[in-house]
């Protein structure tokens, strides 16, 4: 099983929980970035870099996605694409993607897209990265890596 973190977006202080969950649990993770992404010295902790340009990185992680592999992301065509490809799949706020709730949560974000571009609301994005995305983050992976683990 690997971890693979779609690393360009992804916040500092969710990389610091995965850097501390591959080493306990000794599970490889891979951060895939368009730039250099600095990681601590450890045999299960790597990072790939791709060339920049849309999707480049997400359509890496696809590539080398097997099934039961874990993906960290907070783009949702990825996540779909990785539920899909029988992934798991948890964003940095920790919401897990599911087979469940995924095409709900692509719908929804097909919508405000939608919306946002027909000028009908404005701006986006989310509200800035804090200490509850940070525990909600190390709860939902450690819940998920326990489970697999079994």
């Known amino acids: ?86 992934g798991h799949c948890i964003s940095p706020r920790g919401e897990r993607f599911t087979k469940e709730n995924m095409a709900q949560i692509l719908e929804m974000r097909n919508f405000t897209t939608t919306l946002r571009d027909s000028g009908m609301i404005e701006g986006g994005g989310q509200k800035a990265f804090g200490a509850t995305d940070k525990a909600a983050f190390a709860n939902s992976l450690d819940q998920l890596l326990a489970r697999l683990k079994r």
Do not use: Y
């Open 1 to 86: 099983m690997h971890i693979w973190v779609d690393a360009d977006a992804c916040p500092n202080p969710v990389k610091d929980i995965l850097f501390r969950a591959a080493n306990r649990t000794q599970i490889q993770l891979v951060l895939v970035a368009n730039q250099h992404i600095k990681t601590p010295p450890s045999r299960f902790i790597s990072s790939l870099q791709v060339p920049s340009g849309f999707d480049v990185a997400d359509n890496e992680i696809i590539q080398r996605l097997n099934e039961g592999d874990v993906v960290i992301t907070g783009d949702i065509p990825l996540a779909a694409e990785v539920i899909a490809k029988g």
